[in-house]
T-cell receptor, first 108, second 113 residues
Framework: GAGVSQSPSNKVTEKGKDVELRCDPI?????LYWYRQRLGQGLEFLIY????????KSGLPSDRFSAERTGESVSTLTIQRTQQEDSAVYLC??????FGPGTRLTVL | SQQGEEDPQALSIQEGENATMNCSYK?????LQWYRQNSGRGLVHLIL?????REKHSGRLRVTLDTSKKSSSLLITASRAADTASYFC?????????????FGQGTILTVHP
């Protein structure tokens, strides 16, 4: 079946703008994770959704970062007032081991 | 923060040779996983080893886990050019953090034809 999809695949924005990144998990998967990967680094956990439980936001680096998930479907990661250090690949995972292709964010 | 540390950071071998990558971690785990990443994008899950397991095989992959030393190794036998990628270990502490992975920095493997 279809895997995890993310959009856009690439996003270039100017410093100070807000961006929204989207993740479509595998249908029926209750868990959804967001990770950030800076160039040449491993992945850093950002946020975790599990069903209707309160999300685990312990990895969000600042209050400029937020994420939502509607039920057990689509999730959006929002970064407000983007900074150059936000440039990275943002990866979404559905039920732990199924990763999406990522969104490459470049902040100029 | 990155719990895992992997070595080597980069490994270059000839096709047909074996490749061994190591991972160390700091806290107790429920399981440890290895992933492959091509071209800095999506991750492919390779293998999961639970904390009560010592060795696991999958095709040309062999993973060992030593919880007393908090270390794991990934062996790729008879390597192929197509194995060229970055390899990451990731630990899962379990409990309320189940599924929340802590990744190492990765090993860049280059297999020359």
């Amino acid at each position: 079946g279809a895997g995890v999809s993310q959009s856009p695949s690439n996003k270039v924005t100017e410093k100070g703008k807000d961006v929204e990144l989207r993740c479509d998990p595998i249908s029926g998967h209750t868990a959804l994770y967001w990770y950030r990967q800076r160039l040449g680094q491993g992945l850093e956990f950002l946020i975790y959704f599990q069903g209707n439980s309160a999300p685990d936001k312990s990895g969000l680096p600042s209050d400029r970062f937020s994420a939502e998930r509607t039920g057990e479907s689509v999730s959006t990661l929002t970064i407000q007032r983007t900074q150059q250090e936000d440039s990275a690949v943002y990866l979404c995972a559905s039920s732990r081991v199924h990763f999406g292709p990522g969104t490459r964010l470049t902040v100029l | 923060s990155q719990q895992g540390e992997e070595d080597p950071q980069a490994l270059s071998i000839q096709e047909g040779e074996n490749a061994t990558m190591n991972c160390s971690y700091k806290t107790s785990i429920n399981n440890l996983q290895w992933y492959r990443q091509n071209s800095g994008r999506g991750l492919v899950h390779l293998i999961l080893i639970r904390s009560n397991e010592r060795e696991k095989h999958s095709g040309r992959l062999r993973v060992t886990l030593d919880t007393s030393k908090k270390s794991s190794s990934l062996l790729i036998t008879a390597s192929r050019a197509a194995d060229t990628a970055s390899y990451f270990c990731a630990t899962d502490a379990g409990g309320t953090s189940y599924g929340k992975l802590t990744f190492g920095q990765g090993t860049i493997l280059t297999v020359h034809p």
